[in-house]
């Protein structure tokens, strides 16, 4: 009996909220328009596009008046106008019953810059090309090196998001230079060595034994005896001595 009772109060919530909501929507529609307000929802995890420069913008573009009535206004528009914004991930822009325009949005955040031969730029999360020049710094690891447009996004996006999901790695590795056949070398952050991966390929294989490596053996012989790790041989970590 519990059971259909929960059955019950729950389909009853969805009808309500249902209900509710094309209620709000249908007299969102009737109402005059009373201007706009922009929220960007992760304006606390990154800082690239601000509400008040999206509100100005949006004040150039939005040709209606507060008289307009808001049925006549073409949110999907405005979504496409701020999409167009490579630093904007998502938009939603809806009515709401006061008369208010409201439009939320989230903004890209970059995992990798990439300073190749030909190009500059930024990849996302979502693996997209940002612009090179980001409003403020960024703290993320930097690709130099021959790098093609299908190298970064096939092999470098997801060893960067390998990286930035491992707060050890994240921390450790700064650079990641690429040579003309796609080898690959990592710079650290910490102790003046080479890291040489070889191929991106088996790239947490290879971290792992350089993490037992630093931990079992640096922390007793110190960051600097060596110049370079070759990690190219599997199940082996090549070391040479600094001369």
Avoid at 138 to 162: D, K, M, N, Q, W
Wanted: charged share 25%; with cysteine.
């Amino acid at each position: 009996m519990k059971r259909y009772l929960t059955y019950i109060v729950a389909a009853l919530l969805a009808l309500y909220l249902l209900v509710s909501l094309v209620w709000g929507e249908a007299v969102a529609h009737s109402r005059l328009y009373k201007g706009f307000r922009v929220t960007v929802v992760d304006s606390a995890r990154v800082r690239y596009v601000s509400a008040d420069e999206v509100s100005k913008y949006l004040a150039r573009h939005i040709s209606a008046k507060e008289s307009t009535p808001l049925r006549d206004i073409d949110t999907e528009e405005i979504e496409e106008l701020l999409s167009a914004n490579r630093l904007i991930e998502e938009v939603r822009c809806y009515k709401t019953p006061s008369g208010l325009l409201r439009i939320d949005l989230t903004q890209r955040v970059p995992v990798l810059r990439v300073l190749g031969d030909s190009a500059a730029y930024f990849l996302d999360e979502n693996g997209e090309i940002m612009p090179a020049d980001l409003p403020e710094a960024v703290s993320v690891p930097v690709a130099t090196g021959h790098i093609t447009s299908a190298f970064a996004r096939e092999s470098l996006y997801p060893f960067a998001c390998f990286l930035r999901e491992n707060d050890f790695w994240q921390a450790q590795i700064e650079q990641i230079y690429v040579d003309g056949n796609q080898n690959v070398e990592l710079i650290p952050r910490v102790g003046d060595h080479r890291i040489l991966m070889g191929p991106l390929t088996a790239y947490e294989e290879k971290l792992d034994n350089l993490r037992c490596l630093y931990e079992q053996a640096f922390s007793q012989c110190g960051w600097n005896k060596y110049s370079t790790i070759n990690l190219k041989y599997k199940d082996q970590v090549v070391c040479t001595r600094r001369k």
